[in-house]
């Protein structure tokens, strides 16, 4: 039996990291804030961005949370031979990064924060992708049916391009979805927010 201690908050708009939370069959609530602003000095290194920015999103959690509760936040960064890849702004970015992508391997960087309002836990997870040479008419159809516009790097793993274009992936699979739920599960353990009887 699994014996929650605190109320889990996750602050996210994502579906993914929603549907992720779910399978753990832990209870939580979504929360939202609108306007945060995601900047990040242009110093940090590149595995350091999401730590930063899942960071950032707690503080701007902190005046909303009550003393029972636990917020979950998250970032997650697509990076390939030195750049950073966000979320696509237009169909034409979404094609230049799937292009870098092509034949290549990248890492998938996702940055987990747990923060009451006494204590904060944060860590990393690395995986490495890797996608076959997709020519043009691949990725315009891609974009073209699945719209990845809401997703770092311009792609979603369960998605068509995934299982049509991904060769080989070292590391956890649902990092790349949107959350790394194993290491999560373990971290929420250590936090003491979990205990199994």
């Known amino acids: 039996m699994q014996t929650l201690h605190y109320r889990l908050i996750l602050a996210s708009n994502s579906p993914r990291r929603k549907q992720l939370l779910q399978e753990l069959d832990l209870p939580f609530t979504v929360r939202t804030l609108q306007g945060i602003d995601e900047q990040y000095p242009a110093t940090l290194a590149v595995d350091e961005i999401p730590l930063f920015l899942s960071k950032l999103k707690a503080h701007a959690y902190l005046p909303t949370l009550a003393d029972d509760e636990l917020l979950i936040t998250a970032d997650t960064i697509v990076a390939c031979e ?32 747990l923060t009451t309002t006494e204590q904060q836990r944060a860590f990393t997870v690395t995986t490495k992708v890797t996608f076959a040479q997709l020519c043009r008419e691949e990725i315009d159809y891609y974009i073209d049916h699945y719209k ?50």
Do not use: C
Request: glycine share 12%; no cysteine.
């Open 82 to 113: 030195g750049n950073v890849l966000g979320k696509p702004v237009d169909a034409a970015d979404a094609h230049r990064m799937l292009t870098l992508l092509s034949g290549r391997s990248h890492d998938v960087v996702t940055a987990v924060a």
């Open 148 to 197: 990845p516009f809401d997703k770092a790097g311009a792609y979603g793993i369960q998605e068509w391009i995934g299982h049509a274009g991904i060769t080989h992936i070292e590391g956890s699979y649902f990092n790349v979805v949107g959350l790394p739920v194993a290491r999560l599960y373990e971290e929420l353990k250590l936090f003491g927010a979990i205990t199994i009887s």
